[in-house]
């Protein structure tokens, strides 16, 4: 990750080191399972599963200022 606004390229130049974040490792696990029968699907999971914390900038990506979030669903077809 790098400094909104600034070229890869020139980064070293303008802010040495600290212009780069370190390489970030992010885990989401989901899960779903199918009523056939019935047309329904029942799913959920978390996102950020070991909370990894964002790079210190105006736009936190890929990691959420949020932390680990949790989701939980249901879809009917008819």
Known sequence: MALRGV???TIDAQFGPAGLADETWMHNI???YDFTDM???VFGGVNN???V???ITERAYPA???GHSFFI???WTM
């Open 7 to 9: 070229e890869i390229e």
């Open 30 to 32: 989901t899960a779903s």
């Open 39 to 41: 047309g329904l699907q």
């Open 49 to 51: 599963l070991s909370d």
């Open 53 to 55: 914390k964002p790079f």
């Open 64 to 66: 959420s200022p949020i």
């Open 73 to 75: 669903g249901a879809r």
